[in-house]
């Protein structure tokens, strides 16, 4: 590609040496490009998280000494050290050096995840329609969830944060945005809760709030929101579920209304927001992002250099080291990667959410996520999305990319029976145009692949998806498995069956029968988590 060329939606900026195999990301952490190591080191760090994991996850123990990890895994000292940073990124432990050294076992923080996905987003651009959209789909099932789930202290929590919004008078997205975070989070459902937090970290950052007429028009618009929030926590606490989510519902919908009322400009990429990262963290994490800062400033284009190594470590006034390890953290970000040579440089890379999306999974893992909690938000997302789809119709190119995703037949090896039917499922998100419902479903699909040792096809091949693009390539191969996977213990033919007859109600425009089947689909999937 020519440099300062802007790369096509979708399509894939690998280096031909970037060794990506079927079912894994095209990102890594290691910026000499040594790919055997990368994969070797991926592998390794999702090896050791599932070892902490079944081993009780016991936060602020010493888990092993590199000694110890190098003779337990039989690797090199360059793979241990490469998987420990993914380790690390990922927020599961930290490598204590010294004596009394070791790897040291932390609780992941959603914080930092929650704005890695805002930041991905940001880069690919999305809109606050689709935001919304979202929203209306997510946070009724957050606020049934939290009527059936409440608690004395709950309650508490509630009515303060209603006098607290009632006192502060406010319209502004972050002060109205407590209660709809508070209720995400007391379903006591890790996904949702992740979820709603992204959505309304990104109503907060990008939504501009239409202007008042006066005082008196702001005093009538607060005292309008306060009735809403106050209707919708009534419901909760006489634990009417129903009555709370229809509440929750018509809320939004006004709240959309309200805001679309004034031009809201797209989300894209803007300077404050990667500077805005939460948390100190290693100096390295604090200098990648500064570099990510700068780049959004700057406004460089995919395949333009930034810099080069030399002028960007004297400019920022760090070690070698601290350099390469803030790089690396980009290019497992897949912001921007280190070429080598005299025409070398910090080359600004095609956005992939690979990283975030094995962060996110992993910290869902260690909250404890199970089957019925991800299948009722996969519900929820799933259901919208056929309902988006059918509403923007499948005739021509849409229709064809669907088609084209229905992969699994009766002669499918069972090995490559769930990666296919992932990315049927996914493929139905991408072509319902809604950025950020496809990005959750990703989530999702990866933390059943996790259970389930099922690989999900590389993001590069589908991340950004043109909605109108022909479907994009599959693997011709998935690594096999020997371990069962959510659709792999079915019959195929049972799967490309039942994806059929979901296929045939969305072409035909029947909505709320392909939302039936997709139900009894995702239903069916329970039995299969491991």
């Known amino acids: 590609m020519v440099e300062g060329a802007r790369a096509p939606r979708g399509a894939s900026l690998a280096d031909p040496d970037r060794g990506t195999m079927p079912g894994e990301s095209g990102s890594g952490l290691n910026s000499r490009r040594r790919p055997h190591e990368v994969k070797l080191a991926r592998r390794l760090a999702r090896r050791i998280e599932d070892d902490i994991a079944r081993d009780g996850w016991r936060v602020g123990t010493s888990y092993a000494s590199e000694t110890d990890l190098l003779e337990r895994y039989g690797v090199s000292r360059a793979v241990l050290r490469e998987a420990i940073r993914l380790v690390e990124h990922h927020g599961v432990a930290t490598m204590r050096r010294g004596r009394r050294g070791g790897l040291v076992l932390r609780a992941p923080d959603a914080a930092p995840l929650t704005i890695a ?158 500077l805005a990262a939460p948390g100190g963290g290693k100096l390295a994490e604090t200098v990648a992002r500064r570099l990510m800062s700068e780049i959004i400033a700057s406004g460089a284009r995919v395949g333009e250099i930034f810099g080069s190594e030399t002028e960007l470590q004297a400019r920022l006034d760090v070690s070698r080291a601290v350099f390469r390890e803030a790089i690396r953290l980009l290019e497992y970000h897949s912001v921007a990667r280190m070429r080598r040579g005299p025409y070398g440089g910090l080359v600004i890379s095609e956005p992939d959410p690979s990283a975030s999306i094995d962060a996110m999974a992993v910290y869902l893992d260690y909250r404890g996520v199970d089957a019925a909690q991800l299948r009722v938000v996969r519900d929820v997302a799933e259901l919208g999305a056929i309902g988006l789809l059918v509403a923007r119709g499948t005739d021509g190119s849409r229709g064809a990319a669907l088609r084209a995703a229905h992969q699994v037949t009766a002669a499918t090896p069972p090995e490559q029976v769930a990666a296919l039917s992932h990315h049927f499922h996914l493929r139905i998100a991408e072509l319902a145009g809604n950025q950020i419902l496809a990005l959750f479903l990703q989530i999702m699909l990866t933390v059943s692949a996790r259970h389930a040792g099922a690989p999900v096809p590389p993001g590069e091949d589908r991340w950004p998806a043109d909605a109108d693009a022909p479907a994009p390539g599959i693997p011709p191969a998935v690594q096999p498995t020997p371990e069962a996977t959510p659709e792999a213990g079915t019959e195929a033919g049972t799967v490309h069956d039942v994806h059929g007859r979901i296929l045939e109600a969305i072409l035909a425009g029947d909505g709320p029968l392909a939302q039936y089947r997709m139900r009894r689909h995702l239903q069916a999937l329970d039995a299969w988590w491991a």
Do not use: K
């Open 117 to 274: 996905v805002v930041v991905y987003l940001e880069y690919i651009g999305t809109t606050i329609e689709d935001l919304l959209e979202v929203r209306m789909l997510v946070e009724p099932l957050a606020a049934r969830l939290a009527a059936q789930a409440l608690t004395e202290d709950n309650i508490v929590s509630l009515r303060r944060v209603l006098a607290a919004e009632r006192e502060r008078g406010e319209l502004d997205p972050a002060a109205r945005g407590q209660l709809h975070r508070l209720l995400g989070s007391l379903g006591g459902n890790p996904a949702l809760s992740l979820f709603v937090d992204v959505l309304c970290e990104l109503t907060t950052r990008y939504a501009t709030v239409p202007p008042a007429q006066d005082a008196a028009h702001t005093r009538a618009l607060c005292a309008d929101s306060d009735r809403a929030h106050a209707a919708i926590v009534e419901a909760i606490v006489a634990g009417d579920a129903a009555l709370a989510e229809r509440r929750m519902l018509r809320h939004l919908t006004a709240m959309r209304d309200w805001l679309l009322s004034t031009s809201q400009e797209p989300i894209a990429r803007r300077p404050s927001l990667a």
